[in-house]
């Protein structure tokens, strides 16, 4: 981390993309299948590649999108997710040769309810594998069985660069000697985490880690805050840190860690300071509105710099 002494000077850091990265330029005749799960994320990645005049193909995830979503303007199909099997047969008629897998999953599929075809039945000990290990030991088995069957798989952010954190201040607050030390409490928890493939957040206060990512993911885990402090649980302990960071090994095309406008509106509910992220290795969902919404209530945004993920080793 930077020293703790160290005053920080006003953000200068645009939301741009960071240095290095590139857009995917997919090549004549190129089709791309999103598939969809929920939040701000499928939006944007539909949203840019119609923008690029390359529209895609949508595949919705049953339950995971709410009705009246802007994805149905483009042409989609809707998929239980029981109906896995089916997913590259279906992209493959609809003339897709890249996928991107994009948005959240809040449940598992029920293994008593799957659809199996031939090859994802050659597959079910992968799967039952896969499920035991963790979100992304099944993302990375799913890619595979994508890719094997002659789809390329590629990430948001390389359809969208922008979605990924810049180095540095994002918004107008900074970080406090405090805060630095709830920022490598947080990222050190949230690394052992990650390498037990459990979650990609922490939450610390006061020098202390008081909460861990778990299956209910971030909005869960905020929320978990909040309600320790409402209880009384961290009486005279202000401020906090929330950190996300990527797991060792991830899956970066498939699931990298994200925050939105509402990642700081829960924070602020969860009476935090602040936000910090891994540059180049998390997304920042409709940036804009983030900074501006960090801004409005006095959070800080702030994407560790190598130098500084490194020190918190």
């Known amino acids: 981390?930077?020293?703790?002494?160290?005053?920080?000077?006003?953000?200068?850091i645009p939301m741009t993309p960071i240095e290095g990265a590139s857009r995917l330029q997919p090549g004549p005749g190129a089709k791309i299948?999103?598939?969809?799960?929920?939040?701000?994320?499928p939006v944007q990645v539909a949203t840019a590649l119609a923008a690029q005049g390359n529209p895609p193909f949508v595949v919705i995830l049953e339950g995971e999108v709410g009705p009246g979503s802007d994805l149905e303007h483009f042409e989609h199909q809707v998929l239980p997710l029981e109906s896995f099997g089916s997913l590259v047969s279906i992209a493959k008629r609809h003339g897709a040769t890249h996928m991107v897998l994009a948005g959240e999953v809040k449940r598992r599929p029920r293994l008593r309810g799957l659809k199996l075809n031939g090859?994802?039945?050659a597959m079910i000990p992968s799967v039952i594998t896969a499920l035991a290990r963790g979100d992304d030991g099944l993302l990375k088995m799913i890619v595979h069985y994508i890719e094997s069957r002659g789809i390329k798989v590629v990430g948001a952010h390389e359809i969208v660069p922008e979605l990924v954190a810049a180095e540095g201040l994002l918004t107008k607050a900074a970080p406090q000697k405090a805060d630095w030390r709830d920022i490598e409490a947080a990222l050190a928890a949230?690394?052992?985490?990650?390498?037990?493939?459990i979650g990609q957040g922490a939450v610390a206060v006061g020098g202390r880690v008081v909460a861990l990512e778990g299956i209910e993911g971030t909005d869960g885990l905020l929320d978990r805050v909040r309600e320790l402090r409402d209880h009384?649980?961290?009486?005279?302990?202000?401020?906090g840190v929330l950190v996300k960071c990527a797991k060792p090994g991830q899956e970066e095309r498939a699931d990298l860690p994200s925050i939105g406008p509402q990642t700081v509106d829960a924070a602020h509910?969860?009476?935090?300071?602040?936000?910090?992220?891994?540059?180049?290795?998390?997304r920042v969902l409709?940036?804009?509105?983030?900074?501006?919404?960090?801004?409005?209530?006095?959070?800080?945004?702030?994407?560790?710099?190598?130098?500084?993920?490194?020190h918190g080793e």
């Open 190 to 197: 949230a690394r052992a985490i990650g390498g037990l493939d």
């Open 1 to 12: 981390m930077r020293s703790r002494g160290s005053r920080m000077e006003p953000p200068t």
């Open 119 to 121: 090859g994802l039945f």
């Open 33 to 41: 299948c999103i598939v969809a799960g929920g939040g701000a994320l």
């Open 269 to 282: 509910a969860a009476g935090l300071a602040g936000i910090a992220v891994e540059a180049g290795r998390s």
């Open 232 to 239: 009384g649980r961290m009486a005279g302990k202000k401020r």
């Open 286 to 310: 409709d940036g804009p509105a983030l900074v501006a919404r960090a801004n409005a209530l006095g959070l800080f945004v702030i994407g560790l710099t190598a130098g500084e993920m490194a």
